[in-house]
């Protein structure tokens, strides 16, 4: 694993949680819209695989709703799945890996996902979509909660501005924010539209944005049957 992404993450992770509802304004919104989007798939997943799981945030809230689920944590970054064994313990299954490369074998009733893929190139994610599509069971869903990109330069500048205000009034300081944007600078966003073009084209029929506000979005698929 050399990716760069999965580097600083494993060089952050104890400090990765705290931060979080500063960083992520609608954090209970736009989590639980990735919890709810499951209810698209054909069945109650059992098998579900979180791709970029860090510290386990978003398992943690599908456990939380569902507790039958079985969840697999895959991420680049040991230290980040460090942290989820903590949190999680043995109800979950922890495998390191690139994204590049995901998904691990198995037949997904749900694949989920927050905040990690806009870590891939354009290429790398919908070449990722298409894989979770063959990785997932007949009427098996894909739920994506993502930070992305504007669709115009002026509703870039818009979000960014709500960003910074939002996470500021909820407690980040002026050098959490700093970092915060450096870290953004490697960010590869893209805009719903194209995701969810990137989506229909990687064999889903059904695509669609179920939550956004501002710059986080959470987007869902469903394989056919
Ligand atoms: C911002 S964190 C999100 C963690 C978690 N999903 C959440 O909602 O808090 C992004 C995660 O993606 C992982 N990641 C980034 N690029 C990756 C790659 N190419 N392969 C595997 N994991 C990667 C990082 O290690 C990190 O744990």
């Given at each position: 694993m050399t990716d760069r992404a999965a580097q600083h993450f494993d060089r952050e992770a104890a400090d990765y949680d705290a931060p979080r509802r500063r960083l992520v304004p609608p954090f209970d919104g736009f989590y639980g819209a990735a919890v709810a989007a499951l209810e698209l798939g054909a069945t109650p997943p059992r098998r579900v695989l979180d791709l970029g799981a860090g510290t386990g945030l978003l398992t943690q809230h599908v456990l939380a709703a569902r507790p039958d689920v079985r969840p697999t944590l895959f991420d680049g970054a040991p230290a980040m799945l460090d942290r989820a064994r903590e949190r999680l313990g043995d109800a979950a299954t922890y495998v390191v890996g690139d994204l590049h490369d995901?998904?691990?074998?198995?037949?997904?009733?749900?694949?989920?996902?927050?905040?990690?893929?806009?870590?891939?190139?354009?290429?790398?994610?919908?070449a990722l979509f298409a894989r979770v599509h063959d990785g997932l069971v007949p009427g098996g869903v894909f739920v994506n909660a993502e930070q992305v990109l504007a669709p115009t330069a002026r509703l870039q500048a818009h979000y960014r501005a709500w960003h910074e205000r939002e996470a500021k009034a909820r407690g980040a300081t002026d050098a959490e924010w700093d970092a915060s944007v450096r870290r953004m600078r490697h960010d590869r966003w893209a805009t719903v539209a194209d995701q969810l073009d990137w989506l229909r084209a990687a064999g889903f029929p059904d695509a669609a944005c179920l939550f956004a506000d501002h710059c986080f979005a959470v987007l869902v698929a469903r394989r056919s049957g």
């Open positions: 995901a998904p691990p074998p198995g037949r997904w009733e749900a694949v989920v996902s927050a905040l990690a893929i806009h870590h891939l190139e354009d290429d790398a994610k919908r």
